[in-house]
Protein backbone atom coordinates (compact mmCIF):
# COMPACT_ATOMS: atom_id res chain seq x y z
CA UNK A 1 0.00 0.00 0.00
CA UNK A 2 1.71 3.24 -0.36
CA UNK A 3 -0.06 6.35 0.94
CA UNK A 4 0.10 9.75 -0.76
CA UNK A 5 1.55 12.96 0.90
CA UNK A 6 -0.64 15.76 1.00
CA UNK A 7 -0.25 19.52 -0.99
CA UNK A 8 2.42 21.33 -2.08
CA UNK A 9 3.39 25.10 -1.38
CA UNK A 10 4.96 27.46 -3.22
CA UNK A 11 8.02 27.41 -1.69
CA UNK A 12 9.43 24.35 -2.93
CA UNK A 13 10.09 23.40 -6.60
CA UNK A 14 7.13 20.76 -7.48
CA UNK A 15 7.98 18.53 -10.64
CA UNK A 16 4.00 17.69 -11.96
CA UNK A 17 3.21 15.43 -15.37
CA UNK A 18 -0.10 16.20 -16.46
CA UNK A 19 -2.25 13.41 -17.64
CA UNK A 20 -5.43 15.37 -19.40
CA UNK A 21 -7.76 14.17 -22.25
CA UNK A 22 -7.28 17.68 -24.28
CA UNK A 23 -10.64 19.56 -23.36
CA UNK A 24 -10.53 23.50 -23.71
CA UNK A 25 -10.78 23.21 -19.85
CA UNK A 26 -7.19 21.63 -19.78
CA UNK A 27 -5.46 23.52 -22.54
CA UNK A 28 -5.77 26.22 -19.30
CA UNK A 29 -4.49 24.58 -17.11
CA UNK A 30 -1.21 23.58 -19.28
CA UNK A 31 -1.15 27.36 -19.04
CA UNK A 32 -1.77 27.65 -15.62
CA UNK A 33 1.33 25.23 -14.39
CA UNK A 34 3.39 26.79 -16.54
CA UNK A 35 3.27 30.48 -14.35
CA UNK A 36 2.69 29.19 -11.25
CA UNK A 37 4.87 29.86 -8.80
CA UNK A 38 7.16 26.77 -7.46
CA UNK A 39 6.00 24.55 -10.08
CA UNK A 40 7.98 22.98 -12.96
CA UNK A 41 6.36 20.65 -15.48
CA UNK A 42 8.43 17.70 -16.71
CA UNK A 43 5.90 16.77 -19.15
CA UNK A 44 2.17 16.30 -20.71
CA UNK A 45 0.47 12.90 -21.54
CA UNK A 46 -2.81 13.51 -23.36
CA UNK A 47 -5.36 10.91 -23.90
CA UNK A 48 -7.77 10.09 -26.59
CA UNK A 49 -11.02 10.69 -24.63
CA UNK A 50 -12.63 13.84 -24.43
CA UNK A 51 -10.78 14.62 -27.68
CA UNK A 52 -10.11 13.88 -31.15
CA UNK A 53 -6.05 12.26 -31.32
CA UNK A 54 -5.00 14.25 -34.26
CA UNK A 55 -6.36 17.59 -33.49
CA UNK A 56 -6.01 17.15 -29.79
CA UNK A 57 -2.03 16.92 -30.60
CA UNK A 58 -2.05 20.00 -33.25
CA UNK A 59 -3.50 22.06 -30.59
CA UNK A 60 -1.01 20.85 -27.95
CA UNK A 61 1.95 21.87 -30.36
CA UNK A 62 0.75 25.08 -30.64
CA UNK A 63 0.01 25.73 -27.31
CA UNK A 64 3.61 24.93 -26.67
CA UNK A 65 4.86 27.38 -29.03
CA UNK A 66 2.42 30.45 -27.47
CA UNK A 67 3.99 29.60 -24.63
CA UNK A 68 7.45 29.15 -25.82
CA UNK A 69 7.88 25.99 -23.73
CA UNK A 70 8.44 23.88 -26.65
CA UNK A 71 10.85 22.26 -24.41
CA UNK A 72 8.03 20.41 -22.56
CA UNK A 73 7.51 17.15 -23.76
CA UNK A 74 3.81 16.23 -25.34
CA UNK A 75 2.66 12.59 -26.01
CA UNK A 76 -0.36 10.90 -26.61
CA UNK A 77 -1.29 7.96 -24.65
CA UNK A 78 -1.93 4.51 -26.55
CA UNK A 79 -4.38 3.76 -23.79
CA UNK A 80 -7.82 2.63 -24.77
CA UNK A 81 -11.40 3.09 -22.71
CA UNK A 82 -14.60 0.70 -22.12
CA UNK A 83 -17.40 3.78 -22.29
CA UNK A 84 -16.15 6.44 -25.50
CA UNK A 85 -17.03 9.96 -24.81
CA UNK A 86 -19.56 10.97 -27.15
CA UNK A 87 -18.61 12.56 -30.31
CA UNK A 88 -20.36 16.20 -29.69
CA UNK A 89 -17.90 16.32 -26.73
CA UNK A 90 -15.17 15.67 -28.19
CA UNK A 91 -15.12 18.07 -30.77
CA UNK A 92 -13.58 21.24 -28.24
CA UNK A 93 -9.94 20.09 -29.37
CA UNK A 94 -10.87 20.91 -32.73
CA UNK A 95 -12.12 24.46 -31.86
CA UNK A 96 -9.52 25.16 -29.79
CA UNK A 97 -6.50 24.37 -32.30
CA UNK A 98 -8.63 27.21 -34.74
CA UNK A 99 -8.74 30.04 -32.04
CA UNK A 100 -6.92 33.28 -33.31
CA UNK A 101 -3.87 33.23 -30.81
CA UNK A 102 -3.28 30.15 -32.00
CA UNK A 103 -3.39 30.11 -35.67
CA UNK A 104 0.50 31.82 -36.29
CA UNK A 105 1.63 28.72 -35.22
CA UNK A 106 2.63 25.75 -37.42
CA UNK A 107 1.76 22.37 -35.29
CA UNK A 108 5.25 19.80 -35.22
CA UNK A 109 3.82 16.29 -34.43
CA UNK A 110 5.62 13.58 -35.50
CA UNK A 111 3.31 10.79 -37.13
CA UNK A 112 2.83 8.18 -34.81
CA UNK A 113 3.01 10.94 -32.26
CA UNK A 114 5.76 10.18 -28.84
CA UNK A 115 4.31 7.57 -27.03
CA UNK A 116 2.25 8.45 -24.05
CA UNK A 117 3.12 5.64 -21.59
CA UNK A 118 7.07 5.83 -22.51
CA UNK A 119 6.88 9.43 -21.55
CA UNK A 120 4.98 8.57 -18.39
CA UNK A 121 7.29 5.28 -17.58
CA UNK A 122 10.67 7.73 -18.31
CA UNK A 123 9.52 10.34 -15.95
CA UNK A 124 8.71 8.48 -12.92
CA UNK A 125 12.07 6.15 -13.50
CA UNK A 126 14.03 9.26 -13.62
CA UNK A 127 12.07 10.72 -10.74
CA UNK A 128 13.29 7.28 -8.57
CA UNK A 129 17.25 6.95 -9.69
CA UNK A 130 17.41 11.41 -8.92
CA UNK A 131 15.15 10.50 -5.60
CA UNK A 132 12.63 13.45 -6.65
CA UNK A 133 9.20 12.04 -7.18
CA UNK A 134 6.58 13.63 -8.71
CA UNK A 135 3.29 14.86 -8.58
CA UNK A 136 0.62 13.25 -11.60
CA UNK A 137 -1.71 15.60 -12.36
CA UNK A 138 -4.93 13.83 -13.84
CA UNK A 139 -7.88 15.64 -15.03
CA UNK A 140 -8.83 12.64 -17.44
CA UNK A 141 -9.17 8.60 -17.39
CA UNK A 142 -6.71 6.56 -15.08
CA UNK A 143 -5.80 4.57 -17.90
CA UNK A 144 -2.59 5.31 -18.54
CA UNK A 145 -1.24 5.07 -15.29
CA UNK A 146 -2.71 1.49 -14.77
CA UNK A 147 -1.24 0.31 -18.01
CA UNK A 148 2.33 2.15 -16.89
CA UNK A 149 2.46 0.56 -13.30
CA UNK A 150 0.85 -2.98 -14.58
CA UNK A 151 4.25 -3.30 -16.82
CA UNK A 152 6.71 -1.95 -13.96
CA UNK A 153 4.87 -1.69 -10.05
CA UNK A 154 7.95 -0.36 -9.46
CA UNK A 155 7.59 2.97 -10.98
CA UNK A 156 5.15 4.08 -8.33
CA UNK A 157 8.15 4.53 -5.78
CA UNK A 158 8.28 7.72 -8.89
CA UNK A 159 5.34 9.29 -7.37
CA UNK A 160 5.01 11.86 -4.55
CA UNK A 161 1.74 12.37 -4.44
CA UNK A 162 -1.88 11.93 -7.01
CA UNK A 163 -4.27 14.82 -7.97
CA UNK A 164 -7.53 13.70 -9.78
CA UNK A 165 -10.36 15.38 -11.42
CA UNK A 166 -13.05 12.89 -11.14
CA UNK A 167 -16.20 11.13 -9.80
CA UNK A 168 -19.60 12.50 -8.36
CA UNK A 169 -20.18 11.55 -4.77
CA UNK A 170 -22.51 13.46 -2.91
CA UNK A 171 -24.28 14.90 -6.49
CA UNK A 172 -25.83 13.12 -9.95
CA UNK A 173 -22.65 12.77 -12.43
CA UNK A 174 -22.93 13.98 -15.62
CA UNK A 175 -23.91 11.20 -17.89
CA UNK A 176 -26.36 12.68 -20.27
CA UNK A 177 -28.94 10.39 -21.84
CA UNK A 178 -29.36 13.01 -24.69
CA UNK A 179 -26.01 11.94 -25.70
CA UNK A 180 -25.76 8.78 -24.27
CA UNK A 181 -27.63 5.59 -25.09
CA UNK A 182 -30.17 5.01 -21.75
CA UNK A 183 -28.78 1.55 -21.75
CA UNK A 184 -26.38 2.89 -19.85
CA UNK A 185 -26.68 6.48 -19.00
CA UNK A 186 -26.86 6.10 -15.23
CA UNK A 187 -27.47 9.27 -12.80
CA UNK A 188 -24.29 8.62 -10.68
CA UNK A 189 -21.28 8.38 -12.96
CA UNK A 190 -19.01 11.26 -14.13
CA UNK A 191 -17.14 10.84 -17.13
CA UNK A 192 -13.58 10.28 -16.40
CA UNK A 193 -14.85 7.32 -14.08
CA UNK A 194 -17.06 5.75 -16.74
CA UNK A 195 -14.58 6.09 -19.51
CA UNK A 196 -12.57 3.01 -17.49
CA UNK A 197 -13.89 1.97 -14.15
CA UNK A 198 -11.48 -0.75 -14.31
CA UNK A 199 -8.44 1.47 -14.23
CA UNK A 200 -10.12 3.55 -11.43
CA UNK A 201 -10.63 0.54 -9.40
CA UNK A 202 -7.23 -0.85 -9.96
CA UNK A 203 -6.01 3.62 -8.21
CA UNK A 204 -8.77 3.33 -5.64
CA UNK A 205 -7.39 0.14 -4.15
CA UNK A 206 -3.60 0.75 -4.74
CA UNK A 207 -3.54 4.36 -3.34
CA UNK A 208 -4.44 6.28 -0.54
CA UNK A 209 -4.68 9.87 0.13
CA UNK A 210 -5.52 10.55 -3.52
CA UNK A 211 -6.25 14.42 -3.71
CA UNK A 212 -9.60 14.00 -5.47
CA UNK A 213 -11.84 16.73 -7.32
CA UNK A 214 -15.44 15.56 -8.00
CA UNK A 215 -18.22 17.17 -9.64
CA UNK A 216 -19.25 18.34 -6.26
CA UNK A 217 -16.80 20.99 -6.28
CA UNK A 218 -16.38 21.77 -9.92
CA UNK A 219 -19.99 22.23 -9.82
CA UNK A 220 -19.66 25.24 -7.95
CA UNK A 221 -16.92 26.71 -10.73
CA UNK A 222 -18.77 28.00 -13.92
CA UNK A 223 -17.38 29.88 -16.50
CA UNK A 224 -19.27 32.87 -15.66
CA UNK A 225 -19.84 35.87 -17.71
CA UNK A 226 -17.89 38.07 -15.01
CA UNK A 227 -15.36 36.02 -15.64
CA UNK A 228 -15.29 35.95 -19.22
CA UNK A 229 -15.72 39.78 -19.23
CA UNK A 230 -12.78 40.05 -16.92
CA UNK A 231 -10.32 37.85 -19.29
CA UNK A 232 -11.87 39.70 -22.28
CA UNK A 233 -10.51 42.88 -20.35
CA UNK A 234 -7.51 41.41 -19.32
CA UNK A 235 -6.87 40.33 -22.93
CA UNK A 236 -6.05 44.15 -24.11
CA UNK A 237 -3.02 43.72 -22.42
CA UNK A 238 -1.94 39.86 -21.46
CA UNK A 239 -2.38 36.93 -24.37
CA UNK A 240 -2.72 34.49 -22.04
CA UNK A 241 -6.14 36.03 -20.84
CA UNK A 242 -6.90 36.39 -24.84
CA UNK A 243 -6.29 33.44 -25.71
CA UNK A 244 -7.96 31.93 -22.27
CA UNK A 245 -11.04 34.29 -23.17
CA UNK A 246 -10.99 33.02 -26.80
CA UNK A 247 -11.43 29.27 -25.64
CA UNK A 248 -13.65 29.90 -22.85
CA UNK A 249 -15.75 31.68 -25.54
CA UNK A 250 -16.42 28.71 -27.02
CA UNK A 251 -18.44 27.06 -24.63
CA UNK A 252 -20.59 30.28 -23.91
CA UNK A 253 -24.11 27.92 -25.33
CA UNK A 254 -23.13 25.20 -23.03
CA UNK A 255 -24.14 26.23 -19.36
CA UNK A 256 -23.26 23.24 -18.07
CA UNK A 257 -19.43 23.98 -18.73
CA UNK A 258 -17.52 24.10 -15.39
CA UNK A 259 -13.88 25.04 -14.52
CA UNK A 260 -13.48 21.23 -13.79
CA UNK A 261 -9.85 20.83 -14.37
CA UNK A 262 -8.63 24.20 -13.34
CA UNK A 263 -10.05 23.35 -9.91
CA UNK A 264 -7.97 20.49 -9.14
CA UNK A 265 -4.77 22.69 -10.93
CA UNK A 266 -5.03 25.42 -8.61
CA UNK A 267 -5.19 23.51 -5.61
CA UNK A 268 -1.36 22.99 -6.19
CA UNK A 269 -0.51 26.05 -5.11
CA UNK A 270 -3.44 28.05 -3.35
CA UNK A 271 -5.10 24.76 -1.10
CA UNK A 272 -5.98 27.94 1.19
CA UNK A 273 -8.95 28.56 -1.24
CA UNK A 274 -10.24 25.30 -0.65
CA UNK A 275 -11.73 23.56 2.63
CA UNK A 276 -10.28 20.81 4.30
CA UNK A 277 -10.42 17.45 2.14
CA UNK A 278 -12.86 14.75 3.53
CA UNK A 279 -11.20 11.12 4.16
CA UNK A 280 -13.28 8.84 2.85
CA UNK A 281 -13.42 5.05 1.68
CA UNK A 282 -14.17 4.77 -2.10
CA UNK A 283 -15.38 1.69 -4.64
CA UNK A 284 -16.62 2.25 -7.77
CA UNK A 285 -18.59 -0.12 -9.87
CA UNK A 286 -17.70 -1.97 -12.28
CA UNK A 287 -20.35 -3.75 -14.15
CA UNK A 288 -23.90 -3.16 -14.43
CA UNK A 289 -26.16 -0.10 -15.15
CA UNK A 290 -24.73 2.11 -12.81
CA UNK A 291 -20.78 1.64 -13.90
CA UNK A 292 -18.36 4.32 -12.86
CA UNK A 293 -19.93 5.20 -10.15
CA UNK A 294 -17.72 5.96 -7.06
CA UNK A 295 -19.37 5.96 -4.10
CA UNK A 296 -18.63 5.17 -0.12
CA UNK A 297 -18.87 1.43 0.49
CA UNK A 298 -21.76 0.03 1.90
CA UNK A 299 -19.38 -2.39 4.58
CA UNK A 300 -15.73 -2.28 5.62
CA UNK A 301 -13.53 -3.29 3.30
CA UNK A 302 -9.89 -3.36 1.61
CA UNK A 303 -10.90 0.12 0.11
CA UNK A 304 -8.15 3.06 1.30
CA UNK A 305 -8.93 6.16 2.11
CA UNK A 306 -8.84 8.77 -0.27
CA UNK A 307 -8.70 12.74 0.30
CA UNK A 308 -11.99 14.52 -0.97
CA UNK A 309 -12.18 17.94 -1.78
CA UNK A 310 -16.22 18.94 -1.15
CA UNK A 311 -16.47 22.90 -1.43
CA UNK A 312 -13.98 26.14 -1.99
CA UNK A 313 -13.30 28.19 1.05
CA UNK A 314 -12.82 31.14 -0.65
CA UNK A 315 -14.57 30.98 -4.33
CA UNK A 316 -13.92 34.43 -5.61
CA UNK A 317 -10.68 34.33 -4.46
CA UNK A 318 -10.04 31.26 -6.72
CA UNK A 319 -11.48 33.01 -9.56
CA UNK A 320 -9.36 35.81 -8.62
CA UNK A 321 -6.78 33.55 -8.52
CA UNK A 322 -6.95 32.16 -12.15
CA UNK A 323 -6.92 35.51 -13.48
CA UNK A 324 -3.67 36.78 -11.65
CA UNK A 325 -2.29 33.30 -13.39
CA UNK A 326 -3.38 34.69 -16.73
CA UNK A 327 -2.46 38.59 -16.37
CA UNK A 328 0.76 37.66 -18.16
CA UNK A 329 2.45 37.13 -21.58
CA UNK A 330 4.13 34.17 -20.60
CA UNK A 331 7.44 36.07 -21.05
Not at 8 to 17: H, L
Not at 152 to 178: C, Q, S
Not at 179 to 196: G, M, R, S
Not at 236 to 260: C, D, G, I, M, N
Request: net charge negative; with cysteine.
Amino acid sequence: MRILKGAVTSEKRTPVVFLHDAAIDEFISSMLLTVMPGIDLLGIVVINADCIADPAMQASSRLMQFMNRADIPVALSRARGWNAFPWPYRGDCVSFNELPSLKPYTPHVSTPPPDGEALLAKLLHEAIQQHTPITLLMTGPMTPLVDVLGKNPLLAAGIDRMIWMGGAIKVDGNIDPTTTNNVVANKHAEWNAFWDPYAVHDVLNTFGSIQMFPLDISNSAPVSECFRNALQEQGQKYRYSQLAYEAYSLVTKEPFYRLWDVTATCWLTRPDLYTPPTPMPLTIVQWGFEQGWIHKPSSAGAEKPQDVFFSFSNIQGFYQYVLELLATDGN
